[in-house]
């Protein structure tokens, strides 16, 4: 794809957009030489310039070309694009959102719905809101006990609870009602 460009010395620049976000996008684009970069990344056959604000979300990334009967096409799987990865020293309230992003939401997107966190209180409480297909579900007790406490406080251990600060009385974009 490099050679097709007919530039010398192009490179590839990898970025997200919104990182950190529900909205990340992990993004390709060539590189030309003297355009603004960040941090160099020298491979055997290619130069991969990588932005220094997404770094942290660009851990564990894997860009991988998947052949197929067109030709094939360019991947790139970044799992810490909406959150970077966080460890045991890492703020509560990121390691907080690690969990929803990268464990609870995606479960719960099935259904159209989502959980964000509104705030750390400061007896260790996470204070959560459902959205879209999850606020006024007539089963979000369930998720709220059974799958989104109980992977928060077996993740985080250190968490006193949870409290739901959703209006459930809202069915307008329930999964269930």
């Not at 529900?22 to 590189?31: G, K, Q």
Request: hydrophobic fraction near 40%; aromatic fraction near 6%; charged fraction near 25%.
């Amino acid at each position: 794809m490099l050679e097709k460009q007919n530039v010398e010395g192009i490179a590839v620049r990898i970025f997200i957009t919104q990182p950190g976000t529900p909205y990340a996008e992990t993004c390709l684009a060539y590189c030309r030489p003297g355009e603004p970069t960040d941090v160099l990344l020298e491979l055997e056959k290619i130069n991969v310039y990588l932005d220094k604000n997404s770094l942290a979300f660009l851990e564990e990334a894997v860009v991988d070309f998947n052949a197929d009967r067109m030709g094939g096409q360019l991947t790139i799987k970044a799992p810490n694009a909406k959150m970077p990865k966080v460890n045991a020293n890492s703020p509560l309230e990121d390691r907080i959102n690690y969990v929803l992003y990268s464990e609870i939401n995606p479960g719960l997107a099935a259904h159209g719905g989502e959980i964000k966190l509104v705030e750390l209180t400061e007896q260790q409480y996470a204070v959560l809101a459902f959205g879209g297909g999850c606020q006024g579900c007539a089963a979000v007790d369930l998720t709220l006990k059974d799958g989104v406490e109980k992977t928060l406080m077996e993740r985080i251990p250190e968490l006193a609870g949870i409290r739901d600060v959703t209006d459930h009385s809202d069915t307008t974009n329930a999964y269930y009602r």
